[in-house]
Nanobody, 124 residues
Framework: QVHLVESGGGLVQPGGSLRVSCVVSGGTFSAYVMGWFRQAPGKEREFVGAIDWSGDNLYYEESVKGRFTISRQNAANAVYLQMNSLKPEDTAVYYC?????????????????WGQGTQVTVSS
């Protein structure tokens, strides 16, 4: 059983920074591609970014490029999403997902394992 737990969400002012974390238990963490997604109220879950097993290959949604950075620490079974220059439109529940390598890293249905999500609210 693969279990993912996100943490680190909260309330931050526009222009601020926040780091959310995801720790994975069960399975083989170093084998997984890890993705970050977000879901705002009334909207579909959308891709934020993904990182391959080595951390050398990163993929980002256009609106977060240059502001968000994904990293991972295989020894800790953890993946991180560093969010800078946050905007009100970044407000959402942020989810991490785990999958095996392949293609279509931005597709929700390609991730069999999910965490419960952590709320990020950007507001003054």
């Amino acid at each position: 059983q693969v279990h993912l737990v996100e943490s680190g969400g909260g309330l931050v002012q526009p222009g601020g920074s926040l780091r959310v974390s995801c720790v994975v238990s069960g399975g083989t963490f170093s084998a997984y591609v890890m993705g970050w997604f977000r879901q705002a109220p009334g909207k579909e879950r959308e891709f934020v970014g993904a990182i391959d097993w080595s951390g050398d290959n990163l993929y980002y949604e256009e609106s977060v490029k240059g502001r968000f950075t994904i990293s991972r620490q295989n020894a800790a079974n953890a993946v991180y999403l560093q969010m800078n220059s946050l905007k009100p439109e970044d407000t959402a529940v942020y989810y991490c997902g785990a999958r095996f390598p392949g293609s279509d890293y931005d597709v929700v249905a390609e991730y069999p394992y999910w965490g419960q999500g952590t709320q990020v609210t950007v507001s003054s």
